[in-house]
């Protein structure tokens, strides 16, 4: 069986993305789909009506959403078993009738209807293969390029978040939606180390007492493709995972360059999660939920919320303290 195009045909999008302005053929994109899709319309009414609020920490912050839309994603099986008998929901011949994208490269970029951001986006491999970094992120460093006029792109490990870990993928979202996008630079101030300064490539180890973050900054591709690569390499030193846990985030400046924050990453989901009644929290943290925008799709769970369980959670499923001074001697010594 071929699989079905689902190329949008719309002609804005089609002259946008001729003249290679793929911000504005994305912010088309789900402009068209709200119209054409009442399940797109529904999830970005959803979306304002959500309730919000903030929690300041010493130098950073954390908002957190009520969002009833992200139920499933929070809650999906994504152990082998379920993931072998469910049909991928983003191969192309099992996407919804109306769901439509843009296909760039071996990518096809689709408008989210459960959204987090005011605009998100899952752009999703054309073909069915394991999500992994290692050769992907010379994809994401061009995505996050292409849509750098508005969106931040991110991805998520199969073991820390992936929804389909058996199928390649990563998300964009509005910029500065995430309270990490510009609140990073005061970060890295406070609380960063500077690991490496060579090969035109700024490294630092930021561990701000929730997380723990390698951040890369650099604006030669193949500098830093080589630096993640020795980073992988000592991160995924005596690891038996397919892939050392992580979730990052891949922003672009024409002025600066790429920032790149890697967010390592100990256990997938909170120990609250696995409890039963009234004690569990619907708490799976992945990319956004480390850059500070924290999904909670019930009521209950949203109004718990507090500075201590934050911390709590975040300390549980990051590195220990430990481990992360080691990787960052190891990296000091090996770039
Ligand atoms: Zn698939």
Redesign the pocket.
């Known amino acids: 069986m071929t699989e079905p195009d689902k190329t949008i045909n719309d002609r804005q999008v089609n002259d946008l993305i001729g003249q290679n302005n793929y911000g504005d053929a994305a912010k088309r994109l789900i402009e068209r789909q709200k119209e054409t899709w009442p399940a797109m319309s529904s999830g970005y009414n959803l979306l304002r009506a959500i309730k919000t609020k903030s929690i300041q920490f010493d130098g950073f912050r954390f908002d957190l959403q009520f969002n009833p839309g992200r139920y499933n994603s929070s809650s999906a099986m994504v152990d082998k078993k379920s993931i072998n008998v469910r049909k991928?929901?983003?191969?192309r011949e099992?996407l919804p009738k109306e769901q439509e994208g843009i296909i760039i490269n071996n990518y096809i970029l689709l408008a989210n209807p459960f959204p987090i951001f005011p605009e998100h986006f899952t752009i999703?491999s054309i073909k069915?293969k394991n999500q992994r970094i290692k050769n992907s992120f010379k994809d994401l460093l061009i995505f996050s390029k292409i849509f750098s006029k508005y969106y931040t792109v991110f991805y998520n490990g199969p073991k820390c978040g992936a929804s389909?870990p058996?199928?390649l993928h990563f998300q964009a979202g509005s910029k500065n939606t995430m309270p990490l996008d510009n609140g990073y630079n005061f970060l890295k101030g406070k609380y960063g180390e500077l690991i490496s300064d060579k090969y035109n490539c700024k490294i630092y180890g930021i561990n701000d007492g929730l997380r723990k973050i390698i951040s890369i900054e650099g604006r030669k591709t193949k500098e830093l493709i080589n630096i993640f690569s020795s980073f992988y390499k000592e991160y995924s030193y005596k690891s038996d995972l397919i892939e050392p846990m992580m979730n990052i985030h891949f922003l672009y400046e024409e002025e600066t360059g790429w920032r790149i924050q890697i967010m390592l990453r100990a256990k997938h989901r909170p120990e609250e999660f696995y409890k039963e009644g009234v004690e569990k929290i619907l708490f799976s943290p992945a990319a956004c939920d480390y850059g500070g925008l924290c999904i909670t799709p019930l009521e209950k769970d949203f109004n718990r919320m507090d500075q201590g369980l934050l911390k709590k959670i975040f300390t549980e499923l990051s590195i220990s303290d430990l481990k992360f001074q080691t990787l960052i001697d190891n990296l000091k010594s090996i770039i």
């Open positions: 991928c929901f983003l191969c099992n999703a069915h389909a058996d199928h």
